[in-house]
């Protein structure tokens, strides 16, 4: 006899097609153009890419520190230069920090967040870009890498530094304090198997059922799923202290697939024909972290709030985001005891 299948999830892949021409072939995110004077900011993965991009626009949107949170220094060092020798405007060399950040490591990413907590008066801005996709199987103090970068350590890293960005708003009322975190696209196209299973991080560990894009769109989701819910369980006003947001950047030319082989030829083909600038993407992320309060616990893209797959708001969505939600914060918990309690859940 069959199992049953408690979560049942059938993606609308058309619709999500539709979504995703119309955005890459018709739509062009808008130049930012909004202040961020007096402001610090914090972009993750900003050595290369799209993080790149999104700093070098910080920096010209005159943000008063920037920090490129990189996993190697000295292509932190070069990015650095890059955004110096292309922003003219600004002759402050000292406002661009190097800090070191390696999201597959729980000690780093702590350590980042310990620091930022010392030696930063405000967080204005946390942009959180690092991430990968790869077709390695690769197992990182007990789960596959991408699950380890993507997930585990980018949302600790939020939480850990979601205290902070609160603090920033009480001690500068006229700040809108923004944590944006980057998904995509993809967590639409996957039926997310792995949410049946008891333990959905154990299933995630199974390397005979690993594939490279299949387990990146299962991260993507993951990402989607545990900010909706942190938005509901979280003890704010109807103003919140911090606008939370997802953002979409669309298919862009990046750094994102790690692997050494060549892509299949699908993907080479799609990226050819609709491939967004890394500049154009990088915008994606700036708007979001400027974006009004109507975008809190929303999904961004092309600079404006749009609904993720359509399954996640119906009951099945609620009972999967509410186990997404607390199989994580276990895991964060052991990371970090008492991360829950210091952000109000």
């Not at 892949?13 to 808008?30: E, M, Y």
């Amino acid at each position: 006899m069959a199992q049953s299948v408690e979560f049942l999830i059938a993606p609308k892949l058309g619709t999500g097609l539709r979504l995703f021409f119309h955005s890459q072939l018709f739509v062009t995110p808008a130049f930012p153009t909004q202040s961020f004077a007096n402001q610090t900011v914090i972009v993750t993965g900003s050595n290369t890419g799209l993080g790149l991009e999104a700093a070098r626009h910080f920096y010209r949107l005159n943000c008063a520190r920037l920090i490129l949170a990189v996993r190697t220094v000295s292509k932190g060092e070069a990015a650095k230069e890059n955004i110096l020798g292309s922003v003219r405007q600004r002759t402050d060399p000292d406002a661009i920090e190097i800090w070191p950040l390696n999201l597959s490591s729980t000690a780093s990413t702590l350590a980042f967040a310990d620091r930022a907590k010392t030696e930063l008066s405000r967080v204005d801005v946390l942009v959180e870009n690092a991430g990968i996709n790869t077709a390695d199987w690769v197992i990182v103090e007990g789960y596959e890498q991408a699950v380890q970068v993507n997930v585990l350590n980018t949302l600790l890293l939020a939480l850990s530094l979601l205290p902070k960005l609160t603090e920033t708003k009480t001690s500068f009322p006229d700040s809108t304090p923004h944590l944006v975190i980057v998904s995509s696209e993809a967590h639409r196209l996957t039926k997310f198997p792995e949410i049946n299973a008891p333990d959905l991080y154990a299933q995630l560990n199974n390397k005979a059922d690993f594939s490279q894009q299949p387990r990146y769109q299962a991260t993507k989701l993951i990402e989607v799923l545990f900010t909706r819910e942190l938005i509901t369980r979280l003890k704010t006003p109807a103003t919140p202290p911090v606008i939370i947001n997802l953002v979409n950047p669309g298919l862009c030319t990046s750094d994102l697939d790690r692997r050494g082989a060549p892509q299949p030829l699908l993907m080479r083909i799609l990226h050819r024909l609709f491939d967004r600038t890394t500049e154009v993407g990088g915008r994606t992320f700036v708007l979001a972290a400027s974006a009004p309060l109507s975008s809190h616990g929303e999904f961004q893209s092309d600079g404006e709030n749009q609904d993720v797959e359509s399954w996640v708001y119906t009951d099945v969505g609620k009972r999967a985001q509410k186990k997404v939600f607390d199989q994580t914060l276990k895991i964060l918990e052991l990371r970090k005891p008492g991360i829950a309690r210091e952000v109000g859940l």
